[in-house]
């Protein structure tokens, strides 16, 4: 079975441009987060859904960035405008809810802001 | 409010020696504990997880963890470190919602 699958799984772009990253979840799964990676800050949980809703975005970092889950199988994290200080690797991960289960990470996509 | 603290962000070990990795939570309730590994340029996987079952938990690859309520603790263990097993480890709490700790780079010398 094929896991989380995130593209692109490098991305480098100039400050000030509009950066979109792209995660399918395990199919049958109906939780999907994104994390933020970095040296300083550790691994940060930026926003979860719940059954494509929104549940909790209190760690995305400001305006810049939003999250959008159209469908179980698809989310996307945009940064816009994109600033140097958003380089980091950002993960998504699935489970499903309603008892404990594991996360299921993906390969991350490494981000380079120039 | 939970928590979650790793002791030491860079662990060295001999190959062979016992791998130890400390992980403290703070919880007001019963936690759900875990613990990830990341391989350079990977993202996490689980190793072992921790849902009231049973104190001593097996993982993969031949790690255990303890839970121990009276010292809020959930270390990571491994009788004999191999090459393969360097890398950094997650500790988390939570159920659907994760707290991660801050991580802990392993080392394994030759």
């Known amino acids: 079975d094929a896991g989380v699958i995130q593209s692109p799984r490098h991305e480098v772009t100039e400050m000030g441009q509009e950066v979109t990253l792209r995660c399918k979840p395990i199919?049958?799964?109906?939780?999907l987060f994104w994390y933020r990676q970095t040296m300083m800050r550790g691994l940060e949980l930026l926003i979860y859904f719940n059954n494509n809703v929104p549940i909790d975005d209190s760690g995305m970092p400001e305006d810049r960035f939003s999250a959008k889950m159209p469908n179980a199988s698809f989310s996307t994290l945009k940064i816009q405008p994109s600033e140097p200080r958003d380089s980091a690797v950002y993960f998504c991960a699935s489970t499903v809810t309603g008892r404990v289960e594991t996360q299921y990470f993906g390969p991350g996509t490494r981000l380079l802001v120039l | 409010a939970q928590s979650v603290t790793q002791l030491g962000s860079h662990v060295s070990v001999s190959e062979g020696a016992l791998v130890l990795l400390r992980c403290n939570y703070s919880s007001s309730v019963p936690p759900y504990l875990f613990w990830y590994v990341q391989y350079p340029n990977q993202g996490l996987q689980l190793l072992l997880k921790y849902t009231s079952a049973a104190t001593l938990v097996k993982g993969i690859n031949g790690f255990e963890a303890e839970f121990k309520k009276s010292e809020t603790s959930f270390h990571l263990t491994k009788p004999s470190a191999h090459m393969s097993d360097a890398a950094e480890y997650f500790c988390?709490?939570?159920?659907?919602?994760?707290?991660f700790g801050t991580g802990t780079r392993l080392k394994v010398l030759a």
């Open positions: 988390a709490s939570g159920t659907y919602k994760y707290i």
């Open positions: 199919s049958g799964h109906n939780s």
